[in-house]
Every structure is written in structure tokens, then in C-alpha cells.
């Protein structure tokens, strides 16, 4: 195989609040090859947003990354590890928005108001000019305009000459994720991580941004790290599929494997429990008992144990499972599967 | 069909008033919503779906009388066989048949007081009706409590100690504590984790089977709403343009929209096909929306007729509606009711 561009190990980042240590990621590993697209699924507080937010360094304190290495593959030369760059230094701003960009999950909140959005992808795009094209004469202004103007038409923005120059508030919130789209593509990004792109979004212009979205992938052949808690989003979007749960990889493999042969309880659980548009009406769901823990009383052993209708007495509730091998390209953490290892708890 | 009906909308109309300039002059109004009429029949629920902006909020906060219809009627039979038009009513009007009509609401972190108690939180509405009596309140809200699934000896603590889908179920709890006969609930499970959404979705079918609840689901989600309703009605910029059983709405919608609606939706299998982009464009303005059906600059299908006439609603089949011009010659695929594969 192919070296990953970004291989993410052990990661662990906490969260130092007065009421407690939370260990928002606690111990995530999976790797990211070029042009692949990979799926990253969860409920809330299961962490993938601040997987997210390690791989770009834009943890917010109290949170800080306590461990773990996020390898990063550049062009040419050895990988970087991420982690040990300075948030705010020149090493990683080259990275950050070039090399690796993000599209978020509220367009309104990511787009500055007092400036048009047109204005704010120039500005991407003179930035990181010499990451983009290494070589050549400075970009103009008129050029970026033009470029932006291009970039416009190809994420399907109709009257691309006009919109360049609206501000996001006077966008609705398809054009406006098309536009943040847009923004991210601009410096040709070799990684782009999608955190939640059309939650905000209604359905019928969610079909639109994902298929936009599949379409550029294929074209320019990015990787994507794609976060949603839409299974059915997953399905459609992902290659790779690693399904978290209180900070921890409950289970990852090819998509195909995850949907239809899981092996965590917990990814099972979770796939019976989604309502579905192909069952008879008024059926009652299979339903996984209990609720999500409180980040600050997450049990002891394996995280889903209190929740798990296959849970071994006596030894789930007191290690940790480690995540190994269960098929040729999946991968769990479960004693099920792997009795003796554990990690340290 | 046998059921009588507990509710009646008809011809339901909703507009705002656009205002400008300082003297805040109306220069125009929002059709929210638009001659919308359906029948809710006792022990069933309708499922109102519809993507943002297309006034299925408005219409249940209408018939929730939070706000008085421009026009319309919505006739209500009370718990003593009367029926009554709630769209005319004063306050002092509504007074005795607000018990009959409760509210679950989207947002379980914004909806129950963070001051009070669970106690306080459901016992509230039984204090406003009349039951003063403490030692009968805490009963009545220790049986609520038991009811929607919570522990009762956990009622005098606050709601932060909660998690979402708890405070879901306490807002059921709440709901339920004055018995009404109407429930409308307004995205109740949007907020909530997959694994909670499906805890809460049984709770409701549950509870209205015991209870011979009547419920009003408004919820964008077709996947949801096809687990509990009886009979889904399709919204789209103020009208309602298709009405049918669950069962048959799915099966064979007759609606472009409702159809292309359906094909939007992510299944979560990824052998199933995709990247059908069911439609380009944009949801209408409602403030100004095309000439003709408000759905022609989307339709595949749209003929000459779409663009200048406005469909009227129609029985195509027995209790099956439809809002479209060519509703007899398309052939419109929908979404199976074959079991999902097993995982």
C-alpha cells in the first residue's frame, strides 16, 4: 500500500476543566491515503469534532493533545508530526488552509459578515499563493478575482460574478456551504476535512452538496476526512469507515465490512437503531438501552460496557479493549473478539 | 376510517407581514402557510414533513393557537363531544381547551426550566389547572415520571442532571400531565442521538397505544416520520401538496416533490444506489413565489400548464391528495416497505 498522508496514532487530547479531567480522545489511530475518502462516525461526545480540531491544532484550551503523533505527508521529504508544531507557527499556517483545509459545519458562523465572500477567498488564495504554485510571478488581483470567479462556476454557484461579491448573510445556506466548498478547494488542498458539511443543510440540497462533493473528489482526487452522525451519509460518502464512541475507535474497516458485517456490538447496535425509510410504518426500533455516559463519568474498561448486550462479566467493565484485527481491513476493540488485549486502563 | 376525527383544519391560512422603512410600512406579506386543510382522526398521528420555511411550524403553532390564523378554520372536538373552531377563539375562549392540547417540543435543553425541579417542571401544568393539592401533584408526577420511563425518586432534581434524552422524556411527561386529547409534537427526536432518537420514537408509538393519544408529528426527517405515523402530509412554501396513508405515500407518491424527497435521502447501505440528485434549484421564496405550481422551476416534469396554473388539491384515490397537474400520468417510484436487511 501506498504510505498514508496522514497517519494518526494513539491520539489522545484532554480537556483540564475545574470539574475534572475529560479525555474527549482517548487512544484514536487510523490512517488517511491519498485520494481516499474516510468516514468518521459517531454520536455526540464520541470526539471525532476534536479529532478534528488535533489534526489542525485548533484545540481550544482547557483541551490540549497529550499524546499520541499526527503524521502529515508532504510532497516531497519525510512526514511531519503535527502535534509537534507550534499552533501558531509559520510550519504549520503553510499546512493549515493549503495542504490541509476544512470545510465546517456552520457556513454562517465560518464566513466573516463585513466581508464578501469573494473578498475572503482572495485572500485564502494570495496567502498561501506560494504553497499553491511554488513558482511564477506574484498573483494579481484581477488574477485571484478570475480564479475565484472559476472556482465559483465549478461547485455549481449560478451568476458566479455577482455572488463573488455578496456577503455570506445574503447567501442561503446551499450557496453559502458551496461557497465554503469553494474556499476550502481554492488552494488545492491534498487533505480536506469535512466536519458535518450539511448538517445544517435541508435534505434536498444535502443530495446536492454530496454529490458535489463526490463529483470534485473524483476530479481532483483529494482525500477526505468526512465527520458526520449520518449513517446514511456515511454509506454514501465513505471508502473507509471508523465508528467512534467516547473517544475511543470502537471499530473501523471498509465500508461495505462496517455496514454488513460489523462486528463491535456497539457499531450493530447502532446500525439496527437508525429508522429507516424501508420498513413498514409504525414498527417499533431495536433500541440500544441506557444513554450516552456524561463525559465526566465515563465508566471503567471498555466505554460501551454499561450498554452492551454482550458484555463479558468481569472483564469488560475492568480493561480496556485494544483495537486489532477482524478481517482483512477491519479492525476492533472488543474482547469478543480478542480476549487478552487490553490496554493500559 | 372508522375513528372519528379530533381535528379538522381547513382551509388554513397564515401570512406575516413584510415591513419596511422607518415607519415600519407593510410592503407586502409571507404566505407561511397557504390553504392548507387535513383531518387527524382520534388515535392516529399525522406526520407533517417538509424542508425549512415550508410552514409546517406555522401550522402547528396555529393549531396550538401560540398564534391566531389569518383565515381558515380549525375545528377541534372537545372531551365533551362539542366541536369547537379554535381559530376565532379569545384567550378567556381557549382557556378550558388548552389542558385538551399539549405541546412536545424540538429542543430538550431549551425547553425545561433550569430553576425548577422535575417536580415543578410537570407539575406545573397541573398547578395551572387547578390541582393545588401538593401530596396529589407529586403523585400525579411520580406517575408521569414512571410512565415515560424515568425513575420517580429522581424527580427533585434539577434538569442539568439529565441527558438529552431524558429531558425528551421529561418534556413528554410534561405533556402528558394534563391529558390531552391532541399532542403536537414539533421535531421531538431532531435534537437527539441516533441511539436516543430510537428510544424516544418507541416510547411515543408506545404511549399513544396505551393512551389512545392523538398526535401531530412535524419533523422533516421521512425516515422518522415514517416510524410513527398513520397518514404523512408533504409541505412544501406554504401548501400542502401531497396527503396520503404512510403506507401508500411511500410506496407510490404522487407529488414530484414528495418523490424526489424520498430519493434524497442518505440510505445508510453503501450498496444502495446514489448520487441520484433528485433536484437542482432551490426551495422557493415564500415571500415571492413563481407563477403556477410553486414547484415548476424544480420539476423533471414540468409541462406549459405547470408554469401558468396553479394545481388545485385533489383526491386522486380514496384519501390519497395531491397538488400536481400530471398526478395521473406520472409514474413516480418511492421507497419500499421490504425488510431491511438483517445486520
Redesign the interface.
Known amino acids: 500500500m501506498t504510505t498514508p498522508l496522514l497517519r494518526v496514532e494513539d491520539l489522545r487530547v484532554h480537556f483540564f476543566l475545574d470539574e475534572g479531567l475529560v479525555r474527549a480522545v482517548d487512544g484514536v489511530s487510523f490512517d488517511v491515503h491519498p485520494g481516499q475518502v474516510v468516514g468518521i462516525v459517531g454520536?455526540?461526545g464520541c470526539g471525532k469534532s476534536v479529532t478534528m480540531k488535533a489534526i489542525l491544532q485548533i484545540v481550544e484550551p482547557p483541551g490540549r493533545i497529550v499524546g499520541g503523533r499526527i503524521l502529515f505527508q508532504p510532497d516531497s521529504g519525510a512526514a511531519v508530526d503535527l502535534t509537534r508544531l507550534s499552533p501558531k507557527g509559520p510550519a504549520l499556517r503553510a499546512i493549515r488552509g493549503a495542504e490541509i483545509a476544512l470545510i465546517p459545519q456552520e457556513p454562517m458562523a465560518a464566513f466573516s459578515p463585513v466581508h464578501s465572500v469573494g473578498e475572503q477567498i482572495i485572500e485564502a488564495l494570495k496567502l498561501h499563493e506560494r504553497q499553491w504554485r511554488p513558482s511564477g510571478p506574484r498573483l494579481s488581483r484581477a488574477e485571484a478575482r478570475s480564479m475565484t470567479v472559476d472556482l465559483f462556476r465549478s461547485v455549481g454557484i449560478s451568476m458566479p460574478e455577482e455572488r463573488i461579491d455578496a456577503y455570506s448573510w445574503q447567501l442561503?445556506g446551499?450557496?453559502r456551504q458551496r461557497a465554503m466548498i469553494a474556499m476550502a478547494l481554492s488552494c488545492r488542498p491534498r487533505l480536506l476535512i469535512a466536519d458535518e458539511p450539511t448538517t445544517a443543510i435541508?435534505?434536498?440540497?444535502?443530495?446536492?452538496i454530496?454529490?458535489l462533493l463526490?463529483d470534485l473528489q473524483r476530479r481532483h482526487g483529494t482525500a477526505i476526512v468526512f465527520i458526520t452522525?449520518?449513517?446514511?451519509?456515511?454509506?454514501?460518502m465513505a471508502r473507509y469507515v471508523v465508528v467512534m464512541y467516547l473517544g475511543r475507535v470502537m471499530e473501523q474497516g471498509a465500508?461495505?465490512e462496517i455496514?454488513?458485517a460489523?462486528k463491535h456490538p456497539y457499531t450493530?447496535?447502532?446500525?439496527?437503531?437508525?429508522?429507516?425509510?424501508?420498513?413498514?410504518?409504525?414498527?417499533?426500533?431495536?433500541?440500544?438501552a441506557g444513554?450516552?455516559p456524561?463525559p465526566l463519568g465515563r465508566p471503567r474498561g471498555c466505554p460501551f460496557h454499561p450498554r452492551c448486550p454482550d458484555a463479558i462479566p468481569g472483564v469488560c467493565a475492568e480493561r480496556a479493549p485494544a483495537l486489532r484485527p477482524v478481517g482483512s481491513t477491519q479492525l476492533a476493540s472488543c474482547f469478543l473478539y480478542h480476549r487478552d488485549e487490553a490496554v493500559e486502563p | 376510517m372508522s375513528a372519528t376525527p379530533l381535528l379538522e383544519v381547513r382551509h388554513l391560512k397564515k401570512s406575516f407581514p413584510i415591513r419596511r422603512g422607518w415607519n415600519r410600512k407593510v410592503v407586502g406579506a409571507v404566505a407561511a402557510v397557504d390553504d392548507v386543510s387535513f383531518t387527524i382522526r382520534e388515535g392516529e398521528?399525522l406526520g407533517l414533513v417538509g424542508?425549512?420555511g415550508c410552514g409546517k411550524t406555522t401550522t402547528a403553532r396555529c393549531i396550538l393557537r401560540a398564534m391566531a390564523p389569518t383565515s381558515g378554520e380549525i375545528l377541534f372536538r372537545a372531551a365533551d363531544g362539542r366541536v369547537v373552531d379554535l381559530a376565532p377563539l379569545s384567550h378567556t375562549g381557549l382557556r378550558p381547551l388548552r389542558p385538551q392540547i399539549q405541546l412536545i417540543f424540538q429542543d430538550p435543553f431549551g425547553s425545561l426550566n433550569p430553576r425548577m425541579t422535575i417536580f415543578d417542571n410537570v407539575g406545573e401544568p397541573l398547578l395551572v389547572n387547578g390541582l393545588r393539592d401538593r401530596r396529589a401533584r407529586l403523585d400525579r408526577v411520580a406517575d408521569l415520571l414512571e410512565l415515560t420511563g424515568l425513575r420517580p425518586e429522581h424527580m427533585h432534581r434539577f434538569p442539568h442532571a439529565f441527558?438529552?434524552?431524558?429531558r425528551q422524556r421529561i418534556g413528554i411527561a410534561r405533556a402528558l400531565a394534563t391529558e390531552p386529547r391532541l399532542v403536537v409534537a414539533d421535531e421531538p427526536v431532531s435534537a437527539l442521538?441516533?441511539?436516543?432518537?430510537?428510544?424516544v420514537?418507541?416510547l411515543l408509538?408506545?404511549l399513544q397505544k396505551r393512551l389512545h393519544l392523538t398526535l401531530l408529528f412535524v419533523a422533516?426527517?421521512?425516515?422518522?416520520v415514517?416510524?410513527?405515523?398513520?397518514h404523512v402530509a408533504v409541505m412544501y412554501v406554504g401548501q400542502l401538496v401531497e396527503l396520503a396513508?404512510?403506507?401508500a405515500i411511500?410506496r407510490h407518491p404522487r407529488h414530484p416533490y414528495t418523490a424526489?424527497?424520498?430519493?434524497?435521502?442518505?440510505?445508510?447501505?453503501?450498496?444502495?444506489p446514489?448520487?441520484?440528485?433528485?433536484?437542482?434549484g432551490?426551495?422557493a421564496n415564500p415571500a415571492n413565489p413563481p407563477a403556477g405550481c410553486y414547484f415548476h422551476p424544480r420539476c423533471p416534469f414540468v409541462v406549459e400548464t405547470c408554469r401558468t396554473q396553479t394545481p388545485p388539491l385533489r383526491e386522486i384515490e380514496d384519501g390519497h391528495v395531491v397538488r400536481c397537474h400530471r398526478a395521473d400520468e406520472l409514474a413516480l417510484t418511492g421507497?419500499?416497505?421490504?425488510?431491511?436487511?438483517t445486520?
Not at chain 1, 452522525?229 to 454514501?236: E, F, K, T
Not at chain 1, 450493530?268 to 440500544?288: D, E, G, K, M, Q
Not at chain 2, 421507497?335 to 436487511?341: I, K, Q, S, T
Open positions: 454520536e455526540s442561503s446551499g450557496l435541508d435534505v434536498t440540497t444535502q443530495a446536492q454530496l454529490n463526490r452522525h449520518d449513517l446514511g451519509v456515511i454509506a454514501q465500508v461495505e455496514f454488513h460489523p450493530r447496535a447502532l446500525l439496527r437503531s437508525i429508522p429507516s425509510v424501508n420498513v413498514a410504518p409504525r414498527t417499533l426500533l431495536p433500541t440500544i444513554s450516552i456524561h | 398521528t424542508e425549512s441527558s438529552g434524552g431524558q442521538d441516533v441511539s436516543v432518537q430510537a428510544q420514537l418507541n408509538l408506545e422533516h426527517d421521512l425516515a422518522v415514517k416510524h410513527i405515523s398513520d396513508t404512510a403506507e411511500f424526489a424527497l424520498m430519493r434524497a435521502v442518505p440510505v445508510p447501505d453503501p450498496l444502495a446514489s448520487g441520484d440528485v433528485a433536484l437542482a432551490e426551495v421507497v419500499g416497505a421490504e425488510p431491511r436487511r445486520v
